[in-house]
């Protein structure tokens, strides 16, 4: 079981018992009413949590002569003491332990001037944990200057007004990304809810909000001891829903870049901070537009029909459900109204200030592992990114969706690869439709299909996963292939050939499935170089030949793995560990599995030597009552596992003597 632990490497720290104390910017245009919004949130927030400061008092109050004295400096030792006051300030917060409020300035404009001159210092980019831009339109803040009694300002032109902004609002936001510090662009009349709402929200709070938020969604008198987990985007639908919001809130804007995508490319990555900044993003929304978006960002997708159908079933079984989302909860609430499932199934996630969170894949693995230890239930989860992999993790059952290979996670497979290898995960695929191709290979992450019947059932019944076996038991080819070897009148060095045969008929046909095949290049006979293929990392396979009746069936799969290596086993000790060592699969080959005993020893003993090497057994026969509910079910919790089989046998016949298949084999039957 994974140890769940809060990522706290994100960016900025906002912990109330951080070190760097919260230093919130509030900027705007001169004219813009910063100062007076200052003197109300005084009135209106709390003195013992808030300390406001305007920057340029903080000066004055500094310098020898004040104001005056500083507006005759040059620009460089001007820096020098926008630099000391901001000092000053992180100093006198860390003091008092509030949160501070400063009014300042990025830049200042003369109409005339082609650029503003920017007064924002490298110690502001050290200081600040969030900047508050107010979003005042030009003609109000041209109004509020013609009024202001207080100070001179000069006239300037609401055209210039606006290009200051919007200069002043874009490299603010892009100085942001750039240094880690949250940015938000807001009425003024939000500034006291969103202060209020940096000051509370740390990363500890926002995880007890997503826990209570999923306590209610379980506050039902009885509720199932089974629930499906879901992740939203790319599972269980195969579109990204954030990228659509913003496509259609950005149409008549082609110019401007992908929000989110800048925000998650930057240094906040996708922390927990990143997703607070998300939210401030969609914070800029106006309420009745967003609500617009989110409807139509609804209408314009569709559930896969795999996913409804699973939660339809499940819903008859009384398996509850929950969409926990890295998106937008109300987007997902009308997906869900739409198929119909708005019952069924609850939604956990954020978007919004307002809705209290945000959630990361760290809570994500953080709310799993609560309806499991501390609500004691059966999880199943889904999801298709690495935001998902710690839920999956946590989860009882893990189940990756994979879509068409083009709309992906890039980052996905080697993270998965990952986490199957060297950390315990234990999972399965969904390919979302059925024909994409698979992620990985089939021995690390077995295909799983959500509409069977039994998958319900065995989501009802809370069982683990089952083992991964293939076979070829009804085809034509396992028919004509298993005859000489059921034939009586076939023994020794024909009986050898027919499991030769098979041997290298189980590579081809499902061997190749589970490893994958690889390109490389290959003489043509017309004299130039051409494409051939062999079998994904086949100089990094063992075979292992389990003496004496698995030999002929294993020299098979050698012929289709000539770069393999060979090794005869009598016992699991006749494996070593150089056997094993940089080695990707270790294939066990023997002709006939009955009770399975043999096999449960060697994988065993071979997992004790390496925790992760994919291992494959390969037979011309399995019982199927071993497989079902025999020895071989102890390996249920063994990943990275496979059984290939041409025949799966009804028959508990066990040969001995003259019907010994390593007697009929290599004509010892007289020794018996």
Not at 266 to 277: L, M, N, P
Not at 584 to 611: C, M, P, W
Request: glycine share 6%; proline share 4%.
């Amino acid at each position: 079981m994974v140890n769940f632990q809060l990522d706290q490497s994100t960016v900025p720290n906002t912990s109330r018992t951080s070190r760097k104390p919260i230093v919130i910017g509030l900027y705007g245009l001169p004219g813009s009413g910063k100062t007076s919004l200052i003197n109300q949130l005084k009135e209106s927030l709390s003195h013992e949590d808030f300390q406001f400061y305007e920057g340029s008092v903080v000066i004055s109050d500094l310098i020898p002569g004040g104001l005056e004295n500083f507006r005759q400096m040059d620009n460089v030792e001007k820096t020098l003491w926008r630099e000391r006051a901001i000092d000053w300030i992180m100093e006198d917060s860390t003091r008092s332990g509030r949160v501070a409020v400063v009014a300042g300035h990025f830049m200042f404009w003369d109409e005339p001037d082609k650029a503003g001159q920017v007064v924002w210092t490298a110690h502001d980019e050290q200081t600040y944990t969030h900047i508050l831009y107010l979003d005042v339109p030009p003609d109000t803040v041209a109004q509020y200057r013609l009024n202001d009694r207080a100070r001179a300002r000069s006239v300037v032109s609401q055209e210039h007004l606006r290009r200051w902004q919007d200069t002043e609002r874009d490299q603010l936001r892009l100085l942001c990304l750039q240094h880690g510090i949250l940015f938000a662009n807001i009425t003024p009349h939000k500034a006291p809810i969103l202060l209020r709402d940096i000051h509370l929200h740390t990363e500890d709070h926002n995880l007890s909000c997503a826990q209570s938020k999923l306590d209610d969604a379980l506050s039902s008198p009885v509720h199932s001891k089974t629930m499906l987990v879901f992740d939203g985007d790319k599972t269980l639908i195969a579109d990204d829903t954030g990228e659509l919001f913003w496509k259609l809130a950005l149409a008549e804007k082609p110019e401007m870049a992908y929000p989110l995508k800048e925000i998650f490319s930057s240094r906040f990555g996708y922390s927990y901070a990143a997703f607070r900044q998300v939210a401030m993003r969609y914070e800029e929304v106006q309420e009745k537009e967003f609500n617009n978006l989110c409807e139509r960002v609804a209408s314009a997708v569709t559930m896969h029909p795999e996913i409804v159908l699973l939660l339809t079933s499940a819903a008859e079984r009384n398996v509850e459900a929950v969409v926990i989302t890295c998106g937008l909860r109300l987007v997902w609430e009308k997906i869900l109204e739409k198929a119909g499932l708005s019952t069924a199934v609850k939604v956990i996630g954020g978007g919004r200030i307002e809705d209290g969170l945000v959630i990361t894949g760290e809570v994500k693995g953080a709310l799993v592992a609560r309806l499991r230890q501390v609500h004691h239930i059966f999880v199943c989860a889904f999801g298709d990114s690495v935001l998902d992999l710690p839920m999956l993790k946590e989860a009882d059952r893990a189940i990756v969706a994979v879509g068409e290979e083009q709309s992906r996670s890039h980052r996905m497979d080697a993270a998965l690869a990952r986490a199957i290898d060297q950390e315990g995960l234990r999972a399965e695929q969904v390919l979302l439709p059925g024909t994409t191709s698979p992620r990985l290979d089939l021995v690390k992450l077995p295909v799983v299909d959500i509409t069977d019947s039994d998958f319900i059932e065995s989501i009802v019944l809370r069982s683990p996963r089952r083992l991964q076996v293939f076979h070829a038991t009804n085809r034509n080819a396992a028919k004509l292939l298993m005859t000489p070897m059921r034939n009586a009148n076939i023994e020794g060095p024909l009986l050898r050939q027919a499991h030769q045969r098979v041997g290298w008929y189980l590579a081809t046909e499902f061997l190749s499935q589970l490893l994958g095949v690889e390109l490389y290049s290959i003489p043509h006979v017309q004299g130039r170089d051409t494409d051939g293929y062999r079998f994904r990392y086949e100089a990094k396979t063992t075979i292992v030949a389990l003496m004496r009746g698995g030999e002929p069936m294993a020299l098979g799969l050698s012929d289709a793995l000539p770069l393999a290596m060979f090794v005869h086993a009598k016992q699991p000790e006749d494996v070593k560990r150089d056997h094993l060592q940089e080695q990707e699969t270790v294939i066990l080959v023997d002709s006939v599995v009955n009770s399975g005993k043999t096999v449960v020893e060697f994988v065993q003993y071979i997992r004790a030597l390496h925790s992760n090497i994919r291992i494959v057994v390969v037979a011309g026969v399995i019982q199927a009552r071993s497989v079902s509910e025999g020895c071989l079910q102890v390996l249920s919790s063994v990943a990275n596992l496979a059984f290939i089989a041409l025949r799966l046998s009804e028959n508990k016949f066990t040969g001995k003597g003259t019907t010994d298949t390593g007697n009929r084999l290599f004509n010892t039957k007289h020794l018996q």
